[in-house]
């Protein structure tokens, strides 16, 4: 089956610098890998996501990239700020065939945070 | 918008207990997951319904069981509940292939 590895766990960064978080993925059949900010006792909460026929996708200061070749795909924030501090998890996708489901496989998971 | 609806937010048992924990998905909406998050853990899939047919199934212990009804809400059932139960539990809700949307959970807590 799937399995995700993330990196690094945890991340300090200064306001204003840029965060990298990067998974790699085992199975080339994934074809979603979509990303959740997770703050503290809530719920996982989509900020992106890329499917597997596009190589990056960008929204405002949070852009995914993805490798096939490598299996791997990376979130990228550029000028944090105190509110982005939270646990981000990248999962991926193994597809869903004909039952129309598509479970997730979750890395496991970055604590971020963003120093004042 | 209306999102997942998770019922109760919190629920308390002893071991050996039985617990149902409730979800309603967004509307029309047509395919159901349920994950388990350990504390400082990342969320495992346990099961899945499509269509009220269960079409998937991960990690999901025998002691649990779930079902999807004809309103499409889902129900997981826990029995003989165990120490190592205690976690949130987070259902999502997605139609066909796109982003799955999770409620806010039930926090089981196992006494």
């Known amino acids: 089956g799937e399995n995700v590895e993330q990196h690094p766990s945890t991340l300090s960064v200064q306001e204003g610098d840029s965060a990298v978080i990067k998974c790699t993925y085992s199975?080339?059949?994934?074809?979603?890998f979509p990303w959740y900010k997770q703050e503290l006792g809530k719920r996982p909460q989509l900020i992106i996501d890329?499917?597997?026929?596009?190589g990056e996708k960008k929204d405002q200061r949070i852009a995914v990239t993805l490798n096939k070749t490598a299996k791997h795909f990376s979130l990228h924030i550029t000028e944090t700020q105190p509110e982005d501090s939270a646990v981000y998890f990248c999962?991926?996708?193994?597809?869903?065939?004909?039952?129309?489901?598509?479970?997730?496989?979750f890395g496991t998971g970055t604590r971020l945070k963003v120093l004042a | 918008a209306a999102g997942v609806i998770q019922s109760p937010r919190h629920l308390i048992k002893e071991k050996r207990e039985t617990a149902t924990l409730k979800c309603y998905p967004i509307?029309?909406?047509?395919?159901v997951y349920w994950y388990q998050q350990g504390p400082g853990q990342d969320p495992q899939f346990l099961i899945s319904?499509?269509?009220?047919?269960?079409?998937d199934k991960g990690s999901i212990p025998d002691r649990f069981s779930a079902q999807q009804f004809s309103d499409y809400h889902s129900e997981l059932n826990m029995s003989s509940l165990e120490l190592g139960d205690s976690a949130l539990y987070f259902c999502?809700?997605?139609?066909?292939?796109?982003?799955?949307?999770f409620g806010d959970g039930t926090r089981l807590s196992i006494l």
């Open positions: 999502a809700s997605s139609f066909v292939n796109q982003p799955q949307h």
């Open positions: 199975d080339s059949a994934s074809n979603y």
């Open positions: 890329i499917r597997s026929n596009v």
């Open positions: 999962a991926a996708s193994e597809g869903g065939g004909t039952s129309g489901t598509y479970k997730y496989i």
């Open positions: 509307p029309r909406h047509d395919t």
């Open positions: 319904f499509y269509e009220k047919m269960q079409s």
